[in-house]
């Protein structure tokens, strides 16, 4: 709420706004990790290698699956954006756009969207799912099964 307050109504954001969007990026970021957008990455092991004492067999593929590793992140069933404060996960355990030279090229422009999203639904409306236990399935990306309806309830006409 600190960049909704330092803003006349009606008054867009700027770059630098998005900028200070940290605890928000925290919240978007946890939210990727219980639910990633995207089923993950596929990687073919194109030779036999051991990493830390484990064989990876050549074709074996590797969808990303550190996000609820608990050494990477305790607790991990926990909803917890402060993961993501400080230092934040370790290298690659976090990975919703994929990592390495074909990671996502659009994630700083999706950060952008989602904080931009964020900051427009939390400062002008109160919202409730229709459907509260609504269940979500990756086809391979992430979809709501009854397409996640939601009722709007603006916070002041006006603006
Ligand atoms: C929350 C939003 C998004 C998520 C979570 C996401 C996630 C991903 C992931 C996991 C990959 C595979 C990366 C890899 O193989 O290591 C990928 C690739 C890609 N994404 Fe995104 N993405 C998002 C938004 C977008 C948007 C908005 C665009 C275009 C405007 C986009 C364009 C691409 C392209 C072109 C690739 C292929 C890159 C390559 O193979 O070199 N993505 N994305």
Redesign the pocket.
């Known amino acids: 709420m600190e960049i909704a307050n330092s803003k006349a109504a009606g008054e867009l954001l700027n770059w630098g706004d998005v900028q200070k969007m940290k605890y928000s990026w925290s919240v978007a970021c946890e939210a ?1 990790r219980l639910l ?8 073919e092991a194109t030779t036999d290698f051991v990493y830390e004492g484990h064989l990876i067999p050549k074709g074996m593929k590797h969808p ?1 699956s550190t996000h609820k590793n608990p050494e990477c992140f305790p607790n991990p069933e926990k909803f917890d954006p402060s993961r993501f404060e400080g230092q934040g996960p370790p290298p690659f355990a976090f ?13 700083e ?3 952008l ?2 904080l931009v999203f964020m900051h427009n639904v939390v400062t002008k409306y109160k919202w409730d799912k229709v459907f509260p236990d609504e269940k979500f399935i990756w086809t391979p990306v992430l979809l709501p099964t009854k397409g996640l309806p939601i009722k709007l309830f603006p916070h002041n006409k006006s603006k």
Not at 36 to 43: D, H, K, N
Not at 95 to 107: D, E, H, Q
């Open positions: 990727m990633p957008p995207s089923l993950g990455t596929f990687r990303h990975v919703p756009f994929g990592g390495g030279p074909r990671m996502c090229p659009s994630k422009y999706a950060r969207k989602i």
